[in-house]
């Protein structure tokens, strides 16, 4: 079956610069994870959706990350005036259960580069 | 969170057991071990979970110690396939969403 999937998988973007970054989890996914990973370094946990509810964002890095996940399905990862220390991957993450650290089903990560 | 302690990296050769080995000495007694890895340009892959018994699935084993303060994952007949960052971590089950990665160990399978 389809896995979790993003788009794009790689971005470009020049300091100053707005992105959005899209995730689409599994069908039915209750649980929704945003985690970014710089190089050479393990996943760090940014936010949680529970369906449509945005339940901890404690890991956004500063008021220029905005994620939001509308209904409950699809989310977005909204970087705003891109700074090079946002370069890293960005990773989606699902789980079909309410609030777990198993069974979490990552996506691919879209690849972030701010020159 | 307890934290974990693992090696930096491993060779284990096609066919034979790969025995990566987590120190956690400071575990709580409600916390489990939960492996995931991570092959290159791939997201993190969740492996197995334990409490304080032994486990298996079709990926792996995990053996943790009467004490907790150790566990070891073990793939049987490691594979090309397996080279990948392999992390341990440490959490409660209830109330837990945040997977708190370390570096983890860089398993190498070599042919």
């Known amino acids: 079956g389809a896995g979790v999937s993003q788009s794009p998988r790689y971005k470009v973007a020049k300091r100053g610069q707005d992105v959005a970054l899209r995730c689409d989890p599994i069908?039915?996914?209750?649980?929704l994870f945003w985690y970014q990973q710089a190089l050479g370094q393990g996943p760090e946990f940014l936010t949680y959706f529970q369906n449509e509810a945005q339940l901890d964002k404690s890991g956004l890095p500063s008021d220029r990350f905005f994620a939001e996940r509308p209904e409950g399905s699809v989310s977005t990862l909204k970087i705003q005036r891109t700074q090079q220390e946002d370069s890293a991957v960005y990773l989606c993450a699902s789980s079909y259960l309410a609030g777990s650290v198993y069974e979490q089903y990552f996506g691919p990560g879209t690849r972030l580069t701010v020159t | 969170d307890a934290k974990t302690t693992q090696p930096t990296s491993m060779d284990c050769a096609e066919g034979r057991a790969a025995n990566l080995p987590c120190n956690h000495s400071t575990i709580s007694g409600n916390e489990y071990v939960y492996w995931y890895r991570q092959i290159h340009s791939q997201g993190p892959q969740y492996i197995i979970h334990?409490?304080?018994n032994n486990e298996t699935n079709e990926m792996a084993s995990l053996i943790i110690t009467e004490d907790r303060k150790s566990s070891t994952l073990i793939l049987p007949h490691a594979t090309l396939r397996d080279t990948a960052v392999y992390y341990c971590i440490v959490g409660t089950v209830a109330g837990n969403y945040k997977l708190t990665f370390g570096k983890g160990t860089l398993l190498t399978v070599n042919p």
């Open positions: 069908s039915g996914h209750v649980s």
């Open positions: 334990g409490l304080k």
